[in-house]
Every structure is written in C-alpha cells, then in structure tokens.
T-cell receptor, first 112, second 114 residues
Framework: GENVEQHPSTLSVQEGDSAVIKCTYS??????FPWYKQELGKRPQLIID?????GEKKDQRIAVTLNKTAKHFSLHITETQPEDSAVYFC???????????FGTGTRLKVLA | NAGVTQTPKFQVLKTGQSMTLQCAQD?????MYWYRQDPGMGLRLIYY???????DKGEVPNGYNVSRLNKREFSLRLESAAPSQTSVYFC?????????????FGPGTRLLVL
C-alpha cells in the first residue's frame, strides 16, 4: 500500500552543523515530494518541494535531493541555527490521486 | 485574504457527543483535506475532496463523515465521539490545477474527548 517512511525520528545537532532527514516512499509513480516544518503549536508550513523530473533543488540553506530509482528523498539543512529547531515532515503525492501521505516526522534540535 | 480558517480552535467533548469541525478557504482552491495529527504518528489523511461535489476516504476515515458544502467550505463531523478521536485536526486546501500541488494548512482544531 501507499507508505512513506521517515528517519530519524529525532535528531540533535550543534549550531552550525548540517542536518539530514531521509524519507522512502512506496509508490514508484509518485511525482511530488514536499517538506514541511512545524513549530510547536503551529500549523505545518511548506519549506521546499521537489517534482519527480528534478534530482535536486536548493533554497538558501535548505536543499532536497530525490533518487527515483531507490525511491527516496532527503532534506539537507546546512549551517543550522536555533530557529531551525522544529518537527519536519516529508510527504509524497501519489500519482493519479489527490492523496498526500506523510512521514511520521523528525524532531530536530539545534543546540547552541 | 485569510487563507484557510478553522473553527473551533479548541473543543472538549464527552464520549458519545457529536460535533462538526468547520473549515473554509478563500483562495479559490479546488481540493480540500482533513488530517489528524497524533504524537509520533505524523499527519494522517481522514477524508479529502478533490473538487466541489466529490469526497473520498483517506487512511483513517472510520468514525468520521464529511461534507463539501461548496467550493469554499469542507466540514468534518464526528457523530459519536470516542476518546481515540482526541487529536489535533488540520484542514488543508490545494489549487490542484496548472501543476500547482502545494497544500496550505489551517491553524488546527484541538479536540479532547473525555
């Protein structure tokens, strides 16, 4: 069935270091992969996304890579700052549907 | 332009009571969604409406019903609330045309069922 696995569930890094979160999806026909950041008590906010015809996308300190063959995609945050501390969710839009399936989230802590 | 709005923000129910969660969007989006968020479980899709007049089940539809009242509004109803339905509920919307796939979320409704 449709599934998205996300690892790790928690991640602690020192300020200035890089953080990497990985997701694997089940449906090879999936064609859109967003990443959301959710701060405590707030709604999820889109931070970056990638489509299946692109291998990598960058936006300042944030990048996403997609490996269609292996069916996984990753979020990379460089030069982490305390305000990057939040829960991050990956998701996949399953082709031919309107359904988004989310990963279970990664709690990122950036230690000052 | 308020985006996606939800009411109420917080609700306490007793087991067996019913209630309706309201969601509205003013972005002229075609698709709307209801998710629940539980600790460690991420966001799970309850129901969605691809376009006005259609609704479909998501991953966890049992115990819920939905109504796509018009293009702007999509409501979620709990007919007989259970403690297992204690959660944070998020509504979202999406244009779903022209290659635009971004979802926009509402602020959420915190529901406690005693």
């Amino acid at each position: 069935g449709e599934n998205v696995e996300q690892h790790p569930s928690t991640l602690s890094v020192q300020e200035g270091d890089s953080a990497v979160i990985k997701c694997t999806y089940s449906d090879s026909a999936s064609n859109y992969f967003p990443w959301y950041k959710q701060e405590l008590g707030k709604r999820p906010q889109l931070i970056i996304d990638i489509r299946s015809n692109v291998g990598e996308k960058k936006d300042q300190r944030i990048a996403v890579t997609l490996n269609k063959t292996a069916k996984h995609f990753s979020l990379h945050i460089t030069e982490t700052q305390p305000e990057d501390s939040a829960v991050y969710f990956c998701a996949a839009l399953f082709a031919g549907t309107y359904k988004y399936i989310f990963g279970t989230g990664t709690r990122l802590k950036v230690l000052a | 332009n308020a985006g996606v709005t939800q009411t109420p923000k917080f609700q306490v129910l007793k087991t067996g009571q019913s209630m309706t969660l309201q969601c509205a969007q003013d972005m002229n989006h075609n698709s709307m969604y209801w998710y629940r968020q539980d600790p460690g479980m991420g966001l799970r899709l309850i129901y969605y409406s691809a376009s006005e007049g259609t609704t479909d089940k998501g991953e966890v539809p049992n115990g819920y019903n939905v109504s796509r009242l018009n293009k702007r509004e999509f409501s979620l109803r709990l007919e007989s609330a259970a403690p297992s339905q204690t959660s944070v509920y998020f509504c979202a919307s999406r244009v779903a045309t022209g290659g635009e796939e971004t979802q926009y979320f509402g602020p959420g409704t915190r529901l406690l069922v005693l």
